[in-house]
C-alpha cells in the first residue's frame, strides 16, 4: 500500500480549512494545528472534514509540505518545532489585498516570507496569496491562488498542487 504524502497545515482559518478540505478529498493525509489554545479544535470540529487529523504542532510541522496560516508574530514558535527543514515546502500564507489595494511587499519592513527564509533557511519557502474572503460553500469553484518562489522545480510542483486542489493557480515574480 503507498502511503499518502503527508501535508501540515498550522493555522486554523476559513482559508487553511478550505485548504484542508481540498487536500483531504485530493488524496492527502492532512495534519491540522494551532498554535493557540488546543481547545479551539474543539469549536472548529464541526466543520472539518472526518478524515483531517488534529494534531499536535511538532507532528504537524514533521510533515514534507508544510502550509503556514499564522501572523509574523507566531513564526519562532513554529518554526522551533519543525524538526528538519532541509528539502522541506514551507508555504507562506498572506492575503491578497490591504483596503482594496493589491499588496504584495511592504517596503518599509521584511516581509513575513523574508523573516521565516531568516528563521528556516534551508526550507524551500513558498508565498500563497489569496483574495481576503474565501467562499467555502461551494468546493467545486474554481478560486485564483496567487504564488511565488524563487525555486523553479518547487515552482512546477507547486502550481501542480494547486490545480490538483481545483485552484487556479497563478504565479507572480515578486519583487526583489
Known amino acids: 500500500m503507498v502511503k499518502k ?25 492532512v495534519l491540522l494545528s494551532t498554535t493557540g489554545c488546543p481547545m479551539i479544535f474543539r469549536d472548529f470540529s464541526k ?31 513554529v ?21 482594496g489595494n493589491v499588496v504584495l511587499k511592504n517596503s518599509s519592513s521584511n516581509t513575513s516570507s523574508e523573516v521565516l ?6 526550507a524551500t519557502i513558498v508565498d500563497i496569496f489569496t483574495p481576503f474572503e474565501i467562499n467555502t460553500s461551494k468546493k467545486e469553484s474554481k478560486r485564483s491562488v496567487f504564488y511565488a518562489t524563487n ?11 494547486l490545480i490538483q486542489l481545483n485552484f487556479n493557480a497563478i504565479w507572480i515574480d515578486m519583487p526583489k
Open 5 to 29: 504524502q503527508c501535508i501540515g497545515i498550522i493555522g486554523l482559518n476559513s482559508v487553511s480549512l478550505d485548504f484542508a478540505e481540498r487536500l483531504v478529498l485530493s488524496g492527502f493525509e
Open 47 to 77: 466543520f472539518l472534514h472526518p478524515k483531517i487529523k488534529s494534531v499536535s504542532l511538532s507532528e504537524a510541522a514533521g510533515c514534507e509540505i508544510i502550509i503556514l496560516f499564522i501572523s509574523k508574530e507566531k513564526m519562532l514558535e
Open 79 to 99: 518554526a522551533s518545532e519543525i524538526p528538519k527543514t532541509s528539502g522541506k515546502i514551507v508555504f507562506y500564507h498572506n492575503y491578497l489585498v490591504d483596503n
Open 117 to 122: 527564509a531568516g528563521i528556516v533557511p534551508t
Open 151 to 161: 525555486d523553479i522545480k518547487v515552482r512546477e510542483k507547486v502550481e501542480q498542487l
